[in-house]
């Protein structure tokens, strides 16, 4: 039989009746263990061999581990202090016995603690008493620690457990193969066997000389076991705005470009938030320093947003009456919300005067001073959007709404009546949380006020919302924290193996 260099290595290494480890032929043929893996389950699929596996695992002293198997475990060392003081008879002061035992830093609480769960004697009140009828010669850890150092192993699976619980040690599996020669493997050695030269991969150089035409190729193997691979991938918080970015195309919105960095007058002014509003201190705004204002507001527009703050717009409006400062207007912040980007586009300021009917949206960072908790975090992604027509109602957000959740699976929405500065009437929007079952706040929106738009002067309805994209993440997914989908505290694991759904 013809058979690769490689596969005719390990079908002479391999033996009928003793098992012989991919390693241990690798080593003796002067072969990468990978290679002759790959071979061995070749030659298994050509029935001339059987490979084997079995799991080995191997357990090693951490550091902390070689630390206390040379010196003692921190609670050894309390106990030991404590009965040399004499607190067998009577109570010793801990304080005391920290210094006799040497223990420092974490050594402190790591001694108490499994002081205690060893019974080795009471703590109450800064006093230690121990109990005479144990002995810490007979510790099974620190014997576990010893017995690690001199090679040997642990038979005892629960202290083992304990140990690696303390991270006094580390346990790593590894999987080893083997190979057995079958009674073909043996009959097509005894009637002998030659190596052919085979290619396992295309060059260049095979290419342009030609040669690729003569020689023969492996055999390509898809059932062999290879390592895994972990590669780039986009995140999944990233993928689910990908997929609300299509969803709003198709629907037929445009997507908006901005400032994250903004001016209040654009986060805020234009909004007809008054300048005391408390989104506006800075408790809730992170503001930039350096530069610190924003030069180019057109003038004219600076003047109508100042005389709806101060006076309203029309007959039945009223302003705030309070002062408002344009330099306050002018200075920087990360943007609280999206809205800026908004405010811009309706001002003619992005892309020119618009004229009725237009679709905006944007799905964009958004930065906020607040607490952190399993739906907070410091920064979230907002999907903006906002439709401007002749004539809207509440029906078209709520129906725009209905039909946008829809996509990704969200069917149950509450609306709650809300107030906004620039908006009436105004809305809260919650799901219910697939999990947990909770009405969890998912966006807010509402029809824009006369006191907004006449200023920017647009004369037709803007309905428009910011919904926060982790959230709508969270309703998909059913993830109930939002640190697990992103930030620093997000599992890896999450981000290498969730697949978005929709
Ligand atoms: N700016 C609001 C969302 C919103 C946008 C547009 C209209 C109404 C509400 C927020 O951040 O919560």
Redesign the pocket.
């Known amino acids: 039989m013809q058979l690769p260099p490689t596969q005719a290595a390990v079908l002479k290494a391999a033996d009928a009746q003793t098992k012989r480890d991919v390693t241990e032929i690798a080593a003796e043929t002067d072969e990468k263990p990978e290679s002759v893996t790959r071979a061995a389950f070749e030659l298994e699929d050509r029935d001339l061999i059987t490979v084997s596996e079995h799991v080995e695992v191997s357990v090693e002293l951490t550091e902390e581990g070689e630390r206390y198997a040379t010196e003692s475990l921190p609670e050894i060392a309390l106990y030991e202090a404590a009965v040399d003081a004499g607190a067998a008879d009577d109570p010793v002061a801990l304080g005391r016995l920290i210094g006799d035992a040497g223990l420092d830093g974490d050594a402190v609480d790591i001694a108490l603690a499994n002081f205690a769960r060893k019974g080795y004697g009471e703590v109450d009140s800064g006093e230690v008493t121990v109990n005479p009828a144990v002995t810490s010669t007979e510790d099974a850890e620190m014997a576990a620690l010893d017995t690690l150092v001199e090679g040997g192993s642990i038979e005892d699976e629960s202290i083992l457990e304990e140990i690696d619980r303390r991270g006094l040690v580390e346990r790593s599996e590894r999987t080893v193969r083997a190979v057995t020669l079958t009674d073909e493997g043996i009959t097509t050695l005894m009637e002998g066997i030659e190596t052919t030269e085979t290619i396992d991969r295309l060059t260049p150089d095979l290419l342009t000389s030609g040669e690729w035409e003569d020689v023969e190729f492996t055999d390509y193997n898809v059932e062999a076991e290879a390592s895994e691979k972990q590669s780039g991938r986009k995140h999944p918080l990233r993928q689910t705005a990908d997929r609300v970015k299509d969803v709003l195309v198709g629907m037929g919105f445009q997507e908006m470009q901005g400032p994250t960095v903004d001016a209040d007058f654009w986060i805020h002014d234009c909004?007809f938030m008054p300048q005391d509003h408390p989104a506006r201190t800075h408790w809730d705004r992170f503001s930039i320093e350096n530069p610190g204002k924003i030069d180019d507001i057109p003038s004219d527009l600076v003047e109508r947003v100042e005389t709806a703050h101060h006076e309203g717009v029309g007959q039945d409006s009223e302003g705030y009456h309070s002062p408002w400062d344009e330099d306050f207007a002018r200075q920087l912040a990360l943007r609280?919300?999206?809205?800026s980007l908004?405010s811009r586009h309706l001002a003619g300021e992005s892309l020119g005067d618009l004229e009725p009917p237009q679709r905006f949206f944007s799905v964009e960072k958004?930065y906020r001073n607040d607490e952190l908790d399993e739906t907070h975090l410091l920064e979230f992604y907002?999907i903006?959007g906002?439709v401007m027509a002749e004539e809207l109602s509440v029906r078209d957000l709520m129906g725009t709404f209905t039909e946008f959740y829809e996509q990704f699976g969200i069917t149950d929405l509450r609306f709650k009546p809300t107030y906004?500065p620039?908006?009436e009437p105004?809305f809260e929007l919650f799901g219910r949380h697939p999990e947990t079952d909770e009405l969890i706040e998912i966006?807010?929106?509402?029809l824009?006020r006369p006191e907004m738009l006449e200023p920017l002067e647009v004369d037709c309805d803007v309905?428009?919302?910011?919904?926060a994209l982790e959230r709508l993440m969270m309703l998909a997914s059913g993830a109930e924290d939002i640190r697990d989908v992103h930030g620093t505290l997000v599992d890896l694991e999450f981000l290498r193996t969730e697949e978005v759904t929709y």
């Open positions: 909004l609280g919300h999206t809205t908004t958004a907002q903006e906002w906004n620039y908006t105004s966006g807010n929106s509402g824009f309905m428009a919302w910011g919904l």
